[in-house]
């Protein structure tokens, strides 16, 4: 489908009812997760005997690959592999293979990209970079023992997380990038020795605001550490500076350190929204797919899929539903919108 380049980012593709371009794809690959993290899917309501999606009802290799294609079509130029946990999925590597494969319109790579606890990082760095990954993400949210245990509910040590991380360098998943969020009153302690490692370990460190994600963490907002208390946390520290955006749509506020000790980032959903620039569609594990993190509800992709739809028809459905898209909750976000039924982010991927 020939798409006119756009006023969002002057590239070809589709946008929404704000001017806002679909750039960035995230795939859900599995709602499961070995980890229990306080913030997206804690033990106590999702316990050990939690009911995970049966098997039929995930979305198959070789579906998640025609979406892929489909949505690289019509202006994708990211996809990000999330879970759950995805490195729990099994073949993972075959996956990544086929979407490695997959081009752009004009002949350029996809940048493919992956969220993970990094638990299973040692085993799966090697054969995830050479199926064609090129880059990852891994969730730390303290080095502390206790603290980390704290936030991932099942006491899952922080060196484990660490070497995994060593093997995704060795395997030259780079730049690593670590997401941290940060809780009042269980881990903000842990900001600075975070961003110590991180300038030591050459990763690029995004503190992330905790979120009111889903309708199961009992999120408040007197445990939100402010964006500006965390930036303003690490410049006592190390003289920080802004830094540009690498693009636009880019989610991490990037700051640098003025003695050239690297970059962090800031994501900051609560307290300075940045729904303005959102190119991001989700597809869960299921073939759900949603237009907002905070969504309610999502568009059955997958009985599309399995309907015997042609491309075209595919297509059509997506841009369908992004050009009718207005999402923007984080600037809505009250009292009121945090109790909302919103889908839990492990059953969207985050
Ligand atoms: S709240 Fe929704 S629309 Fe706003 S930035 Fe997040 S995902 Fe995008």
């Not at 980012?9 to 946008?15: H, M, N, Q, V």
Request: charged residues 25%; glycine residues 10%.
């Amino acid at each position: 489908m020939e798409m006119a380049q756009n006023g969002f980012d002057g590239r070809p593709g589709l946008t929404d009812t704000l001017g806002r371009a679909l750039r960035d794809l995230r795939i859900s690959v599995t709602d499961r997760c070995n980890f229990r993290c306080t913030y997206c899917m804690p033990k106590e309501i999702f316990g050990r005997d939690y009911e995970f999606l049966p098997r039929d009802q995930v979305l198959t290799f070789e579906e998640i690959c025609r979406l892929a294609r489909l949505f690289v079509g019509l202006g994708v130029e990211k996809l990000r592999i999330t879970g759950g946990e995805p490195l729990v999925r099994r073949g993972l590597a075959d996956l990544i293979a086929m979407l490695a494969a997959i081009r752009r319109p004009d002949g350029g790579e996809v940048d493919l990209t992956l969220t993970t606890n990094g638990s299973a990082l040692r085993a799966l760095a090697r054969p995830l970079a050479e199926a064609g990954l090129r880059r990852v993400t891994v969730s730390l949210d303290s080095l502390d023992d206790e603290v980390f245990g704290a936030m991932n509910g099942i006491e899952f040590p922080v060196a484990k997380v660490l070497d995994g991380i060593a093997a995704a360098t060795e395997a030259g998943l780079a730049p690593i990038k670590a997401n941290m969020v940060v809780r009042r009153g269980i881990n903000e302690s842990s900001v600075v020795p975070m961003a110590a490692w991180a300038r030591e370990a050459n990763v690029v460190l995004r503190f992330i605001e905790y979120m009111d994600v889903g309708h199961s963490n009992g999120w408040r907002l007197d445990e939100v550490v402010p964006a500006d208390e965390l930036i303003e946390t690490i410049g006592a520290v190390w003289p920080v500076e802004p830094a540009d955006p690498n693009y636009r749509g880019e989610v991490a506020d990037r700051w640098r350190y003025r003695d050239g000790g690297g970059e962090f980032g800031v994501i900051s959903s609560v307290t300075q929204p940045f729904c303005r620039d959102c190119t991001r569609a989700r597809i869960s594990a299921e073939g759900k797919l949603y237009t907002c993190l905070f969504a309610v509800d999502g568009h059955d992709a997958r009985a599309v899929l399995r309907s015997g739809a042609s491309d075209e028809e595919l297509a059509a459905f997506v841009q369908g539903i992004w050009t009718r898209r207005g999402d923007r909750y984080s600037e809505l976000r009250s009292a009121a919108t945090s109790t909302l039924p919103k889908v839990e982010m492990f059953a969207m991927g985050g």
